[in-house]
């Protein structure tokens, strides 16, 4: 089993930056990839961005150049740098490892509005 605790989500304003994270504990010997989804209203959950042990990454086209995936595998914690904040990324989003079949944290809300 693998906890997945996020934290850093908030109500911020079109253009502004938040920082999320996500610290996991228990087996994380198994953990491989780590990553980002989010949910909005209404809509499908989605990925964001995922990483693996070594430090690839990927991003979904409309978070390229805008959202930063990191982590540090010493502290087993996943980190998701969003600039440029737009309303439409307005949603709930959670923290991920080892793919959609595996642990999932409880969400963190973004707002973004003015």
């Known amino acids: 089993q693998v906890q997945l605790v996020e934290s850093g989500g908030g109500l911020v304003q079109p253009g502004g930056s938040l920082r999320l994270s996500c610290a996991a504990s228990?087996?994380?010997?198994?953990?491989?990839?780590m990553g980002w989804y989010r949910q909005a209203p209404g809509k499908q959950r989605e990925q964001v961005a995922v990483?693996?042990?070594?430090?690839?990454?990927r991003y979904a086209n409309s978070e390229k150049g805008r959202f930063t995936i990191s982590r540090d595998n010493s502290k087993n914690t996943v980190y998701l740098q969003m600039n440029s904040l737009k309303p439409e990324d307005t949603a709930n989003y959670y923290c991920?490892?080892?793919?959609?079949?595996?642990?999932w944290g409880q969400g963190t809300q973004v707002t973004v509005s003015s």
């Open positions: 991920n490892v080892n793919g959609v079949l595996g642990y």
């Open positions: 228990g087996n994380v010997f198994s953990i491989s990839v």
């Open positions: 990483i693996t042990r070594g430090g690839i990454t």
